[in-house]
Protein backbone atom coordinates (compact mmCIF):
# COMPACT_ATOMS: atom_id res chain seq x y z
CA UNK A 1 0.00 0.00 0.00
CA UNK A 2 1.31 2.89 -1.54
CA UNK A 3 2.01 5.87 1.46
CA UNK A 4 -0.31 8.83 1.79
CA UNK A 5 0.93 12.36 0.25
CA UNK A 6 3.14 14.56 2.49
CA UNK A 7 1.51 16.58 4.77
CA UNK A 8 3.60 19.76 3.52
CA UNK A 9 2.64 22.14 1.31
CA UNK A 10 4.13 25.41 0.02
CA UNK A 11 6.10 27.71 2.14
CA UNK A 12 5.08 30.66 -0.39
CA UNK A 13 2.96 33.01 0.39
CA UNK A 14 0.35 34.20 -2.03
CA UNK A 15 2.00 38.01 -3.24
CA UNK A 16 5.56 37.15 -1.90
CA UNK A 17 6.72 37.92 -5.33
CA UNK A 18 5.86 40.83 -7.40
CA UNK A 19 3.62 42.98 -6.75
CA UNK A 20 2.00 42.21 -3.08
CA UNK A 21 -0.94 44.97 -3.00
CA UNK A 22 -4.15 43.17 -2.88
CA UNK A 23 -5.91 42.67 -6.45
CA UNK A 24 -8.11 40.47 -8.10
CA UNK A 25 -5.59 38.15 -9.08
CA UNK A 26 -4.58 37.55 -5.66
CA UNK A 27 -8.30 36.89 -4.94
CA UNK A 28 -7.77 34.63 -7.55
CA UNK A 29 -5.28 33.06 -6.51
CA UNK A 30 -6.02 32.05 -2.60
CA UNK A 31 -9.56 30.87 -4.16
CA UNK A 32 -7.49 28.68 -5.82
CA UNK A 33 -5.15 27.31 -3.47
CA UNK A 34 -7.93 26.86 -1.29
CA UNK A 35 -9.52 24.40 -3.46
CA UNK A 36 -6.44 22.77 -4.09
CA UNK A 37 -5.58 22.24 -0.60
CA UNK A 38 -9.42 21.06 0.20
CA UNK A 39 -9.28 18.42 -3.01
CA UNK A 40 -5.73 17.54 -1.18
CA UNK A 41 -7.95 16.77 2.37
CA UNK A 42 -10.35 14.76 0.79
CA UNK A 43 -7.73 12.44 -1.88
CA UNK A 44 -5.61 12.04 1.95
CA UNK A 45 -8.94 10.77 3.87
CA UNK A 46 -10.39 8.47 0.83
CA UNK A 47 -6.94 6.84 0.90
CA UNK A 48 -7.34 6.53 4.31
CA UNK A 49 -10.59 4.84 4.08
CA UNK A 50 -9.31 2.49 1.21
CA UNK A 51 -6.72 1.50 3.84
CA UNK A 52 -9.12 0.86 6.31
CA UNK A 53 -11.55 -1.40 4.11
CA UNK A 54 -8.25 -3.45 3.43
CA UNK A 55 -7.01 -3.76 6.64
CA UNK A 56 -10.31 -4.68 8.50
CA UNK A 57 -11.55 -6.78 6.03
CA UNK A 58 -8.28 -9.56 6.46
CA UNK A 59 -8.43 -8.61 10.08
CA UNK A 60 -10.60 -7.83 13.19
CA UNK A 61 -11.31 -4.36 14.70
CA UNK A 62 -9.23 -5.53 17.71
CA UNK A 63 -6.43 -7.07 16.23
CA UNK A 64 -5.58 -3.53 14.36
CA UNK A 65 -4.35 -0.46 16.32
CA UNK A 66 -3.99 3.12 15.76
CA UNK A 67 -0.65 2.84 16.01
CA UNK A 68 -0.42 0.30 13.08
CA UNK A 69 -3.11 2.22 11.09
CA UNK A 70 -0.86 5.55 11.27
CA UNK A 71 2.39 3.25 10.42
CA UNK A 72 0.77 1.41 7.40
CA UNK A 73 -0.58 4.95 5.78
CA UNK A 74 3.37 6.36 6.57
CA UNK A 75 1.53 8.82 8.23
CA UNK A 76 1.18 10.27 11.96
CA UNK A 77 -1.22 9.36 14.75
CA UNK A 78 -2.02 12.97 15.04
CA UNK A 79 -2.40 13.11 11.35
CA UNK A 80 -4.71 10.28 11.32
CA UNK A 81 -6.65 12.10 14.28
CA UNK A 82 -7.12 15.11 12.35
CA UNK A 83 -9.37 12.95 9.89
CA UNK A 84 -10.78 10.43 12.18
CA UNK A 85 -11.42 11.05 16.24
CA UNK A 86 -10.67 7.63 16.87
CA UNK A 87 -10.37 3.68 15.18
CA UNK A 88 -13.98 3.70 15.61
CA UNK A 89 -15.13 6.58 13.64
CA UNK A 90 -12.33 5.29 11.13
CA UNK A 91 -14.49 2.17 11.30
CA UNK A 92 -17.27 3.40 10.36
CA UNK A 93 -15.82 4.95 7.88
CA UNK A 94 -14.77 2.07 6.14
CA UNK A 95 -18.16 -0.16 6.86
CA UNK A 96 -19.20 2.86 5.13
CA UNK A 97 -17.35 2.81 2.29
CA UNK A 98 -17.80 -0.92 1.89
CA UNK A 99 -21.16 -0.52 1.48
CA UNK A 100 -21.31 2.32 -0.77
CA UNK A 101 -19.18 -0.13 -3.46
CA UNK A 102 -21.31 -2.66 -2.97
CA UNK A 103 -24.42 -0.99 -4.17
CA UNK A 104 -22.43 1.03 -6.67
CA UNK A 105 -20.66 -1.69 -8.75
CA UNK A 106 -24.23 -3.65 -8.81
CA UNK A 107 -26.26 -1.21 -9.65
CA UNK A 108 -28.30 -1.72 -12.86
CA UNK A 109 -29.67 2.32 -12.94
CA UNK A 110 -28.37 2.66 -16.22
CA UNK A 111 -29.05 -0.72 -18.25
CA UNK A 112 -32.49 0.02 -19.35
CA UNK A 113 -35.27 -2.87 -19.33
CA UNK A 114 -38.77 -3.53 -17.93
CA UNK A 115 -38.99 -5.11 -14.67
CA UNK A 116 -39.06 -9.16 -15.00
CA UNK A 117 -37.08 -12.31 -14.66
CA UNK A 118 -34.19 -11.02 -16.93
CA UNK A 119 -33.41 -7.85 -14.82
CA UNK A 120 -33.51 -10.26 -11.64
CA UNK A 121 -30.81 -12.43 -13.48
CA UNK A 122 -28.56 -9.18 -14.56
CA UNK A 123 -28.69 -7.98 -10.82
CA UNK A 124 -27.84 -10.97 -9.23
CA UNK A 125 -24.70 -12.02 -11.35
CA UNK A 126 -23.48 -8.72 -10.98
CA UNK A 127 -23.86 -9.30 -6.94
CA UNK A 128 -22.03 -12.46 -7.30
CA UNK A 129 -19.52 -10.99 -9.61
CA UNK A 130 -18.69 -8.17 -6.92
CA UNK A 131 -18.67 -11.09 -3.88
CA UNK A 132 -16.22 -13.31 -6.05
CA UNK A 133 -14.03 -10.05 -7.12
CA UNK A 134 -14.58 -8.28 -3.43
CA UNK A 135 -14.71 -11.20 -1.00
CA UNK A 136 -12.87 -10.16 1.53
CA UNK A 137 -15.05 -6.63 1.53
CA UNK A 138 -17.80 -8.58 1.26
CA UNK A 139 -17.20 -10.55 4.27
CA UNK A 140 -15.97 -7.46 6.16
CA UNK A 141 -19.40 -5.46 5.48
CA UNK A 142 -21.33 -8.71 6.36
CA UNK A 143 -19.50 -10.13 9.35
CA UNK A 144 -17.91 -6.90 10.82
CA UNK A 145 -20.93 -5.20 13.22
CA UNK A 146 -21.23 -5.07 16.51
CA UNK A 147 -23.82 -6.65 18.47
CA UNK A 148 -26.30 -3.27 19.89
CA UNK A 149 -24.26 -0.84 18.03
CA UNK A 150 -26.89 0.82 16.18
CA UNK A 151 -24.27 2.73 14.03
CA UNK A 152 -22.70 -0.13 12.41
CA UNK A 153 -26.63 -2.03 12.32
CA UNK A 154 -27.92 1.01 10.88
CA UNK A 155 -24.75 0.81 7.33
CA UNK A 156 -25.78 -2.96 6.94
CA UNK A 157 -29.52 -2.21 7.25
CA UNK A 158 -29.21 0.28 5.30
CA UNK A 159 -27.75 -1.50 2.40
CA UNK A 160 -30.17 -4.63 2.70
CA UNK A 161 -32.88 -1.78 2.70
CA UNK A 162 -31.52 -0.72 -0.84
CA UNK A 163 -31.22 -4.67 -2.11
CA UNK A 164 -35.16 -4.94 -0.80
CA UNK A 165 -35.75 -1.75 -3.07
CA UNK A 166 -33.89 -3.11 -5.87
CA UNK A 167 -35.44 -6.88 -5.76
CA UNK A 168 -39.61 -5.14 -5.74
CA UNK A 169 -38.25 -2.82 -8.87
CA UNK A 170 -36.70 -5.94 -11.05
CA UNK A 171 -39.11 -7.70 -10.65
CA UNK A 172 -42.07 -4.88 -10.56
CA UNK A 173 -43.49 -6.21 -7.59
CA UNK A 174 -45.87 -4.45 -4.89
CA UNK A 175 -45.02 -3.28 -1.32
CA UNK A 176 -46.87 -5.54 1.07
CA UNK A 177 -46.60 -6.87 4.35
CA UNK A 178 -46.28 -10.21 3.05
CA UNK A 179 -43.82 -9.18 0.29
CA UNK A 180 -41.28 -7.40 2.58
CA UNK A 181 -41.16 -10.01 4.58
CA UNK A 182 -40.35 -12.60 2.05
CA UNK A 183 -38.45 -10.35 0.40
CA UNK A 184 -36.01 -9.78 3.35
CA UNK A 185 -35.88 -13.51 4.27
CA UNK A 186 -34.83 -14.06 0.56
CA UNK A 187 -31.76 -11.01 0.73
CA UNK A 188 -30.67 -12.77 4.16
CA UNK A 189 -30.42 -16.34 2.04
CA UNK A 190 -28.55 -14.45 -1.03
CA UNK A 191 -26.17 -13.21 1.98
CA UNK A 192 -25.74 -16.71 3.59
CA UNK A 193 -25.86 -18.32 0.33
CA UNK A 194 -22.89 -15.60 -0.69
CA UNK A 195 -20.63 -16.71 2.08
CA UNK A 196 -21.09 -20.38 1.94
CA UNK A 197 -20.22 -20.22 -1.93
CA UNK A 198 -16.82 -17.78 -1.40
CA UNK A 199 -15.82 -20.84 1.26
CA UNK A 200 -16.73 -23.77 -1.21
CA UNK A 201 -16.71 -22.82 -4.14
CA UNK A 202 -18.59 -26.06 -5.41
CA UNK A 203 -20.60 -23.92 -8.20
CA UNK A 204 -19.82 -22.23 -10.63
CA UNK A 205 -21.21 -18.18 -10.57
CA UNK A 206 -23.64 -18.93 -13.04
CA UNK A 207 -24.89 -22.15 -11.45
CA UNK A 208 -25.37 -19.91 -8.31
CA UNK A 209 -27.41 -17.47 -10.13
CA UNK A 210 -29.69 -19.50 -11.79
CA UNK A 211 -30.49 -21.27 -8.45
CA UNK A 212 -31.08 -17.70 -6.83
CA UNK A 213 -33.30 -16.72 -10.02
CA UNK A 214 -35.52 -19.06 -9.35
CA UNK A 215 -36.01 -19.10 -5.65
CA UNK A 216 -36.20 -15.33 -5.69
CA UNK A 217 -39.08 -15.28 -8.06
CA UNK A 218 -40.65 -18.41 -6.50
CA UNK A 219 -40.32 -16.02 -3.34
CA UNK A 220 -42.34 -13.25 -4.88
CA UNK A 221 -44.69 -15.38 -6.43
CA UNK A 222 -46.01 -16.94 -3.26
CA UNK A 223 -46.06 -13.58 -1.50
CA UNK A 224 -47.50 -11.84 -4.38
CA UNK A 225 -50.46 -14.22 -4.48
CA UNK A 226 -51.42 -15.96 -1.08
CA UNK A 227 -53.36 -18.88 -0.76
CA UNK A 228 -57.48 -18.46 -0.40
CA UNK A 229 -58.91 -19.53 3.06
CA UNK A 230 -61.30 -22.10 2.93
CA UNK A 231 -64.90 -21.84 4.18
CA UNK A 232 -65.40 -24.07 7.07
Known sequence: ?????SDRSSDASPGAAGDSSPDSSSDSSSDSSSGRN???VDERRAQLVELG???FAARSYDDISID?????????????YHYFPGKRAFY???LTEAAQRLLAQTSLEEVPGPPDRERLRRGLDAYLLYVEKHSRPYAFLLRGGFDGDDEIRAIVEGT??????????DLGASDSERVRIAVRGFIGMVEAASLEWLE?????????????VELGV???TVAMNPPQTRNK
Not at 1 to 5: D, E, G, I, R, S
Not at 68 to 80: C, D, M, N, Q, R
Open 1 to 5: MANLP
Open 38 to 40: RLQ
Open 53 to 55: VEL
Open 68 to 80: EIAKTAGISKGLL
Open 92 to 94: LAA
Open 160 to 169: RMRFFQRMLE
Open 200 to 212: QKTLARHQLTDML
Open 218 to 220: TTI
